[in-house]
């Protein structure tokens, strides 16, 4: 366990194509608190459960490596179970159990560490949310400390992660702690970062389709150099991401696998 204030991270293993193999769950507050992305039970979790006033339980996005033990922990514990407003059907699907309350941008859910204020910040998933905490951010997967973010389609919407990550940015956050990995202590350069890898690799698959690619495992060859072994799907969905991006904004034409420049 790492504790931060009063916000204290788990990491919890759990299937996942993160390299990490683990999704870090977050306990905020002590007397009343906040459990995010509680993604399966362990002994450790348990016990932090078992002696915590968990008053409510919210999830960053509802993909299937952040939500395994919501069900678990809110009839355990009786907490409110809070999802993302106009989002509640997904949530039911994902986590089996209907939300009690619902959020938007700007919502507040009251801890003993102070009230943790909802961001929307959609990209990585539709119903992303990352949570502020004091000048420190719960931001789910919209960034990792080292790596990039996998933006795949049909669901992954690079044009939404781009904003998502300079909003944050503007927010000028003293640390981000993410669903995957470590604390992100420099969080300025690692979004900077991430927002220049997503710029370097549209700049790539724009320049695959110029150069003559005319489908997208064309442009999947061209715009990757390096061995994707175990990874070829998530690339794949990336690319095509990229493009539907291109497509929006009037750059390339899009027909099914078809590509080609405007």
């Known amino acids: 366990m790492n504790r931060d204030d009063t916000t204290r991270r788990v990491s919890v293993p759990v299937a996942t194509r993160a390299p990490t193999g683990a999704t870090n769950a977050y306990l905020v507050g002590d007397q009343s608190v906040l459990l995010v992305d509680p993604a399966a039970r362990t002994d450790e979790l348990d016990s932090l459960v078992a002696d915590a006033n968990v008053e409510h339980v919210a999830v960053t996005h509802t993909h299937p490596d952040h939500i395994g033990a919501v069900a678990e922990y809110a009839d355990e514990t009786g907490a409110t179970v809070w999802a993302r407003r106009w989002r509640e059907e997904r949530f039911e699907r994902a986590t089996g159990i209907e939300p009690d309350r619902t959020f938007v941008d700007g919502t507040k859910i ?110 999947l060859d061209a715009a990757y150099e390096k061995d994707l072994t175990g990874v070829e799907d998530l690339a794949r969905a990336t690319v095509v991401a990229h493009v539907e991006k291109l497509a929006h904004e009037g750059r390339v034409v899009l027909d099914g696998e078809q590509v080609r420049p405007l």
Do not use: M, W
């Open 110 to 219: 009251e801890t003993d560490a102070g009230p943790v204020t909802v961001f929307d910040t959609p990209g990585h998933a539709a119903d992303h949310v990352a949570f502020g905490v004091g000048d420190r951010i719960l931001c789910g997967d919209l960034a990792v400390a080292e790596g990039s973010v996998v933006v795949g389609a049909p669901e992954g919407d690079v044009r939404a992660y781009l904003t998502a990550l300079r909003r944050l940015l503007a927010k000028n956050p003293v640390r981000l702690l993410p669903g995957h990995g470590p604390e992100i202590d420099d969080p300025q350069a690692t979004l900077e970062r991430l927002i220049r890898h997503r710029l370097d690799r549209e700049t790539k698959v724009l320049a695959a389709i110029r150069d003559g690619a005319t489908t997208i495992d064309d442009v």
